[in-house]
């Protein structure tokens, strides 16, 4: 392996002090079993204080979700799905075979709504997608329920209430910390005059296990590898010292992680190089949020903005030349680092087209080109690596499960489109999990499974109340 490494990050045509500097981009980046082995540690620990108790770095939040869909329910059952970027409002019928088919509208978040009038928003969106297929309830018709997706950071006070911890994944809308989502969705929703009633609160990682688990009976965790990144799993509920609610018949909760969160309090475990404590120190949540900071979509592409510019400031990479666009915060989308990890031309002009077209640099040399795909190889196997931490550590949590079939519903656009992230992802996991249990592990892409689960829960929660 370490010729392999070798090569990729050997710089053809690299001066001597061009080729040191990606020789200690390496060493920051890329990461040995050893080196991962003792964050999982740390993130078993972790998740062991916060199933004991509240307000710890891994929030562990109980979802109020106890049981398991069974794949043969049918109906069509409604869902909003409050992602980072986008917002979704769906009509999803189950079949009773476990599949279903979704009918949904997307509407990309505006700067507005995303710092000042998120929840009317989301009402006026619901209205729209109603009003286009003559949905909306009208005279005695009983008001539509539906559930919400909500991938916040929320304490979870029952199936359809729970107050905001934190504002994540670059949204800041005032007066809403601390209050019941649900709550203000409702109201926003009466505002318009709609009958809408939110019968359900999910965190979309919640909603991808249900998701998940509607078409496999096995599903029990689902992970968000996108925007931003989160997991949730079954848990038994004897395993959650801090549960004082009644323990429920099926003896296990879905459980929201918040992982996103992890060594966000001292910065004492994860792998920090100077170019992430400058994204963190610039970010509009300092100090929070670590470990999605290191593993998402939303901040690889400025991570590899940070190399770039800590390189193009010593003179190293583009003859010390930038740009508008280069100087400017997010910047660099991680589409950019896409493109350029699969650049196998001769003279990489996929990353030609990244520096020069999208970039505004004008004449990138060869060596240029190559210490930028050197860049993109080390942000994104990172991610992928550091990725599996969770994932193993999660699993391994309940090690009662490990001798059976295990399906894990992943969705984002991280796991689907990045090059070889599921691929890393699942061969770094097999590093640290018995062969004899991992081929037991199914990684599957759970597609729309946020704004799926969240129709599921709905579900859930209407036969419940029956």
């Given at each position: 392996?370490?010729?392999?490494?070798?090569q990729?990050?050997?710089?053809?045509?690299?001066?001597?002090?061009?080729?040191?500097a990606?020789?200690?981009?390496?060493?920051?980046?890329?990461?040995?079993?050893?080196?991962?082995?003792?964050?999982?540690?740390?993130f078993?620990?972790?998740?062991?204080?916060?199933?004991?108790?509240?307000?710890?770095?891994?929030k562990m939040?109980?979802?109020?979700?106890?049981?398991?869909?069974?794949?043969?329910?049918?109906?069509?059952?409604f869902?909003?799905?409050?992602?980072?970027?986008?917002?979704?409002?769906?009509?999803?019928?189950l079949?009773?075979?476990?599949?279903?088919t979704?009918?949904?509208?997307?509407?990309?978040?505006?700067?507005?709504?995303?710092?000042?009038?998120?929840?009317?928003?989301?009402?006026?969106?619901?209205?729209?997608?109603?009003?286009?297929?003559?949905?909306?309830?009208?005279?005695?018709?009983?008001?539509?329920?539906?559930?919400?997706?909500?991938?916040?950071?929320?304490q979870?006070?029952?199936?359809?209430?729970?107050?905001?911890?934190?504002?994540?994944?670059?949204?800041?809308?005032?007066?809403c910390?601390?209050?019941?989502?649900?709550?203000?969705l409702q109201?926003?929703?009466?505002?318009?005059?709609?009958?809408v009633?939110?019968?359900?609160?999910?965190?979309?990682?919640?909603?991808?296990?249900?998701?998940?688990?509607?078409?496999?009976?096995?599903?029990?965790?689902?992970?968000?590898?996108?925007?931003?990144?989160n997991?949730?799993?079954?848990e038994?509920v004897?395993?959650?010292?801090?549960?004082?609610?009644?323990?429920?018949s099926?003896?296990e909760?879905?459980?929201?992680?918040?992982?996103?969160?992890?060594?966000?309090?001292?910065?004492?475990?994860?792998?920090?190089?100077?170019?992430d404590?400058?994204?963190?120190?610039?970010?509009?949540?300092?100090?929070?949020?670590?470990?999605?900071k290191?593993i998402?979509?939303?901040?690889?592409?400025?991570?590899?903005?940070?190399?770039?510019?800590?390189?193009?400031?010593?003179?190293?990479?583009?003859?010390?030349?930038?740009?508008?666009?280069?100087?400017?915060?997010?910047?660099i989308?991680?589409s950019?680092?896409?493109a350029?990890v699969?650049?196998?031309?001769?003279?990489?002009?996929?990353?030609r087209?990244?520096?020069?077209?999208?970039?505004d640099?004008?004449?990138?040399?060869?060596?240029?080109?190559?210490i930028?795909?050197?860049?993109?190889?080390?942000?994104?196997?990172?991610?992928?690596?550091?990725s599996?931490?969770?994932?193993?550590?999660?699993?391994?949590?309940?090690?009662?499960?490990?001798?059976?079939?295990?399906?894990?519903g992943?969705?984002?656009?991280?796991?689907?489109?990045?090059?070889?992230?599921?691929?890393?992802?699942?061969?770094?996991?097999?590093?640290?999990i018995?062969?004899?249990?991992?081929?037991?592990?199914?990684?599957?892409?759970?597609?729309?499974?946020?704004?799926v689960?969240?129709?599921?829960?709905?579900m859930?929660?209407?036969?419940?109340d029956?």
């Amino acid at each position: 392996m370490a010729s392999s490494i070798d090569q990729r990050f050997t710089i053809v045509g690299a001066t001597p002090e061009q080729q040191a500097a990606i020789d200690t981009l390496a060493k920051q980046f890329l990461l040995s079993d050893e080196r991962l082995g003792e964050i999982i540690k740390e993130f078993r620990r972790r998740m062991e204080e916060g199933l004991a108790t509240d307000g710890k770095v891994l929030k562990m939040i109980p979802s109020y979700v106890t049981r398991r869909p069974l794949g043969t329910e049918t109906g069509s059952y409604f869902a909003i799905d409050l992602g980072g970027t986008n917002l979704r409002v769906l009509k999803v019928t189950l079949d009773g075979h476990g599949g279903v088919t979704t009918e949904h509208q997307k509407f990309p978040l505006t700067e507005e709504a995303k710092n000042r009038t998120l929840f009317d928003f989301v009402a006026q969106c619901v209205d729209t997608f109603l009003d286009e297929r003559d949905l909306r309830p009208s005279g005695q018709q009983p008001a539509i329920s539906m559930g919400l997706t909500f991938s916040y950071p929320v304490q979870q006070t029952s199936i359809n209430s729970g107050t905001l911890v934190q504002w994540t994944k670059g949204l800041n809308v005032p007066g809403c910390v601390g209050r019941d989502v649900v709550r203000l969705l409702q109201d926003a929703l009466l505002r318009l005059g709609l009958r809408v009633k939110i019968v359900a609160l999910v965190n979309d990682t919640v909603g991808t296990l249900l998701s998940a688990a509607y078409s496999d009976p096995a599903a029990q965790m689902g992970i968000i590898f996108g925007t931003g990144t989160n997991a949730a799993y079954y848990e038994n509920v004897t395993n959650i010292a801090k549960w004082k609610g009644p323990n429920p018949s099926s003896g296990e909760m879905v459980l929201n992680m918040e992982w996103g969160a992890f060594d966000s309090d001292d910065f004492a475990f994860l792998p920090f190089t100077p170019h992430d404590i400058k994204l963190d120190r610039k970010s509009i949540n300092p100090r929070k949020q670590a470990y999605e900071k290191m593993i998402s979509g939303m901040y690889l592409g400025e991570i590899a903005r940070n190399v770039i510019l800590w390189l193009v400031d010593q003179r190293m990479l583009l003859d010390g030349r930038s740009s508008e666009v280069l100087n400017a915060m997010w910047s660099i989308d991680t589409s950019y680092l896409s493109a350029a990890v699969t650049d196998t031309s001769p003279d990489l002009s996929e990353t030609r087209q990244v520096i020069e077209k999208t970039m505004d640099i004008c004449n990138s040399t060869h060596v240029d080109r190559q210490i930028f795909k050197a860049i993109a190889i080390l942000v994104g196997e990172r991610s992928a690596r550091l990725s599996a931490v969770g994932v193993v550590a999660t699993l391994t949590k309940r090690a009662d499960l490990m001798n059976k079939p295990i399906t894990v519903g992943i969705d984002g656009s991280m796991y689907e489109n990045y090059p070889s992230f599921d691929t890393i992802l699942s061969e770094t996991a097999s590093h640290f999990i018995p062969q004899s249990q991992f081929r037991n592990i199914k990684f599957t892409l759970a597609k729309d499974g946020s704004g799926v689960g969240a129709a599921i829960t709905a579900m859930l929660a209407a036969t419940d109340d029956e």
